[in-house]
């Protein structure tokens, strides 16, 4: 079974500061990595994605994440945060071999915290 | 482009009531769409699988007959939540598969926030 951990329920840093939200996965065969950012009372909104090539992935907003097979880890990072990142992270997995299913597995949340 | 719209974005119903949520791809087709649960400060525990033209895959534990899924068109799923409690009080969300490969990213509707009294 397909599984995601995110280490921390919450991240504290300060404007300016960088910031990173830590992920690891396990899957069966070769992961296809994604993340996420949700506002309170809202959906889920894409910030990037892995699916191969570079291990270094850019995305929406600034942030970018780095694929480390060996680690199995797909953590997202900001080179300087702002106030608005302030939000609930997840990171998720799919595994790439469809007998593995099509499901995509949520890691538990990161919530991120950007201080003035 | 992949907007999904979510409605209604929230409701408070009494109990022993049904409550309908509907969830429309807007400017692409969705054969496949996904029905969510989040409890507070929790992840998403994804319900069902709703399948165009044909019946939805429940995941284990998530009672058929009480969240009824019909997906009777490419745009459009519906979540049913039948003579609901207040147990049942909770955040839903759907998201569909965006256009493209199979590794196309999930777009999310902005959720019902479901209140039973």
């Known amino acids: 079974a397909q599984s995601v951990a995110q280490p921390e329920d919450q991240v504290n840093v300060a404007e300016g500061n960088p910031l990173t939200v830590k992920c690891t996965y396990s899957?069966?065969?070769?992961?296809?990595l994604f993340w996420y950012v949700q506002y309170p009372n809202r959906g889920l909104q894409f910030l990037l994605k892995?699916?191969?090539?570079?291990?270094l992935v850019k995305g929406s907003y600034g942030f970018e994440a780095e694929f480390n097979k060996s680690q199995t880890s797909f953590h997202l990072k900001k080179p300087s945060a702002l106030v608005s990142d302030s939000a609930l992270y997840f990171c998720?997995?799919?595994?790439?071999?469809?007998?593995?299913?099509?499901?995509?597995?949520f890691g538990g949340g990161t919530r991120v915290l950007v201080k003035p | 482009g992949a907007v999904v719209s979510q409605h209604p974005s929230w409701v408070i119903c009494k109990s022993g009531t049904s409550v309908k949520i509907e969830c429309r791809s807007l400017d692409f087709q969705a054969t496949t769409m996904f029905w969510y649960r989040q409890f507070p400060k929790q992840s998403l525990m994804l319900m069902a699988t709703s399948n165009e033209g044909s019946k939805a895959t429940y995941e284990q534990g998530v009672e058929k007959d009480k969240f009824l899924i019909n997906h009777a068109s490419l745009t459009l799923s519906t979540l049913t939540v039948t003579s609901a409690h207040p147990e049942d009080s909770s955040f839903y969300i759907c998201s569909a598969r965006g256009p493209g490969t199979g590794h196309s990213p999930l777009h999310f509707g902005n959720g019902t926030r479901l209140t039973v009294t």
């Open positions: 892995y699916i191969t090539g570079d291990n």
């Open positions: 899957v069966s065969g070769n992961p296809y």
């Open positions: 998720a997995v799919r595994g790439v071999i469809k007998a593995a299913g099509n499901k995509l597995t």
